[in-house]
Each structure stands twice: as C-alpha cells, then as structure tokens.
C-alpha cells in the first residue's frame, strides 16, 4: 500500500519546503562556485554548483516526507535520488535551480526553484519560486494560480498585460531580441521557469521561450510553470499556433505565453523577424 498522502494536497504539502529551498538558494548566490558536468552537452547544461546539490537535496528531503513512493525525475545526480522507486504511476519533476549558469551564476535575470507532480503523463500539480524577485507561485490543476511573496499566505492570482517587459529564454536569437526592443520592449533574458510564469509578473508582459535543443524541444522540467500561467487564464502556444503542450510527451520548440491574443502576435512576429516558426 501506497504510504503517499493524497496527489491533491501536493502544494499545500510541498510549499514549506519549496520556500525553504528558495531561501537557501538566495542565501548562496554569490558564494558558489561553477562545477562543470563533464557529460553534459552545452556550457549551460554542464553548470553546476554546491547551491544546485544543496538545494535539490533540501527539496527532495521535504518531498520523502509525504511522497516517499512517487518516481522521481531529479535534475541533479545527489545521495536522496536514490531514496525513491524506480517506478510508481506518478512522478515528480524537481530542477533545483533553473538556469544556474546565466542567470543564478551570471545574474542575467531571473532563475527559479521548480517542482512538479506528474500523473498519468500530465502535469497535475506545480510550484516555481523566483529567489531574486521573492515570488512564488503555484498551481493543481483545475484549481488555478496562486502567488506569495516571502512570509505571506499564497493567494489566488490572474495573468494580466501590463508594464513593457519581455521575459526571453538566453537561447532566444538576437533577431528576435532585437524585434521586441525595436517594438518599444525592454528584453530580459531569463531563466525557462520565469519565462513561463512570465504574465504573471508585476511588470512583466510576455514571455518568449525557443529551444535550440534539435529533436528535443522544451524539457519536462521547462514545462512546469506551464501549468501554473493556464492555471492563472494565460494564453500559451507552440510553434505553428498550437496549444502549447501540458503533458510531458508531445513535442514543442516553442513557447509564447501572454494574457492577450495581440501579445501573442507580437511573440511571434519576433520568431518570424529570426526565421524561426511561430
């Protein structure tokens, strides 16, 4: 028998340690240094940090604590993965600090702390904390989006259009970048978590998400604060107009997320400004 508390309760049980996790992220940037991943194919997936093993550990000990049977799908290779089975009908997706190379080592905007429950092949659960901006944000599915700042309540959140900022992943290319300056916008390169909540942010008015990755597309991981932006009433599409995808098996290269349909045009006149589908 399953010793796992009910797949319902998955934010209210999680946030505790997700807010930690954010902390102790925060706490350590500035004091970490780059450890390369010699197996890894990029300079941004190789990087590496004692914040990354630290962190996925502190999320993966409050994880054990109320799902010790779930699969997991861990970003980083530390002692605790091996505390949960190899198989289960859910999982949980954990990236412990997305973009660690550009944007939590180079400071080049947002990273996030992500968590997300997976069951039968779609997201039904979600959490990504943005550290350097004291956001956190979080979602079940059917339920919507919530928002907390540090020491607050989560409370019930919408996506809205306001402010000139763009949030674009550092794989967007500069034609793209160059579109949406030229449009008025100011362009901030950010972390695949951030950019997906991106709506939601104060300030913030889109976000544009291409992946360079050939035949891959945007990671599982990539796709966790999908759900939550939905969740909140955004509008997000893959390349060719598409519902951009909540489940962890369809393909897409592209993510545009907005609260309105003319955001979204916006979004991909900029793809199509660098030859890229919209």
Request: with cysteine; charged share 25%; net charge negative.
């Amino acid at each position: 028998m399953s010793r796992n508390a009910p797949l319902s309760d998955f934010v209210r049980l999680i946030e505790p340690g997700v807010r930690e996790a954010a902390s102790l992220a925060r706490s350590l940037e500035g004091r970490v240094a780059n450890v390369p991943k010699s197996h890894e194919s990029t300079e941004a997936k190789q990087a590496l940090t004692e914040a990354d093993t630290r962190v996925q550990e502190l999320l993966l000990a409050a994880l054990r604590d109320v799902y010790p049977d779930v699969r997991l799908d861990a970003e980083e290779d530390t002692r605790a993965v091996g505390d949960f089975p190899d198989d289960a009908p859910a999982s949980v997706i954990v990236d412990p600090i997305d973009g660690t190379l550009h944007s939590y080592l180079e400071g080049k905007g947002p990273y996030a702390v992500m968590i997300g429950l997976v069951d039968a092949s779609r997201y039904a659960a979600g959490l990504v904390a943005l550290p350097r901006e004291g956001l956190l944000f979080a979602a079940t599915r059917g339920c919507g989006a919530l928002c907390a700042r540090p020491g607050a309540s989560l409370r019930g959140i919408r996506a809205r259009a306001d402010g000139r900022r763009v949030l674009v992943s550092n794989g967007t290319p500069k034609a793209a970048r160059e579109y949406l300056r030229n449009a008025g916008y100011e362009v901030i390169p950010s972390c695949g978590g951030a950019v997906a909540v991106a709506p939601l942010i104060a300030g913030v008015r889109a976000g544009l998400r291409w992946s360079s990755s050939d035949g891959i597309g945007i990671s599982v991981r990539g796709r966790i604060g999908a759900l939550i932006a939905a969740e909140a009433g955004a509008l997000l599409l893959a390349e060719d107009d598409e519902p951009f995808p909540l489940d962890v098996t369809t393909r897409a290269a592209t993510l545009r997320v907005a609260a309105r349909e003319d955001d979204l045009e916006l979004l991909a006149a900029a793809l199509h400004a660098a030859g890229l589908p919209s």
